[in-house]
Nanobody, 126 residues
Framework: QVQLVESGGGLVQTGGSLRLSCAAS????????VGWFRQAPGKERDFVAV????????DYADSVKGRFTISRDNTRDTVYLQMNSLKPEDTADYYC???????????????????WGQGTQVTVSS
């Protein structure tokens, strides 16, 4: 059983940067597509970014394009989310999730992901 653990969240000022990490234990993550989702208080869980198992394909929500970058190091079984130019509206709990398979817009649906981390909190102050 693969377990996912997020880290790297925290408090940052508007315009600042954070790098989130999603590490796998128990089994390799390298055969999974991995996505990042976020959930603000009282709101639904939203898609942020996804990366294919090999890292060749990435996709982003429009709200983060040009500011966030998803990457992975399969030798470390870790996926990263580099977040730059942070805004107060980026404040949320961020979750990484792994999918055995997803393609295109399927990857925007959190129901496609069968493994989830516990989340890490990101707060952007204005």
């Amino acid at each position: 059983q693969v377990q996912l653990v997020e880290s790297g969240g925290g408090l940052v000022q508007t315009g600042g940067s954070l790098r989130l990490s999603c590490a796998a234990s128990g089994r390799t993550l390298r055969t999974y597509a991995v996505g990042w989702f976020r959930q603000a208080p009282g709101k639904e869980r939203d898609f942020v970014a996804v990366i294919s198992w090999g890292g060749a394909t990435t996709d982003y929500a429009d709200s983060v394009k040009g500011r966030f970058t998803i990457s992975r190091d399969n030798t470390r079984d870790t996926v990263y989310l580099q977040m730059n130019s942070l805004k107060p509206e980026d404040t949320a709990d961020y979750y990484c999730a792994a999918a055995t398979y997803c393609s295109g817009s399927q990857c925007y649906d959190y129901g496609k992901y069968n493994l989830w981390g516990q989340g890490t909190q990101v707060t952007v102050s204005s």
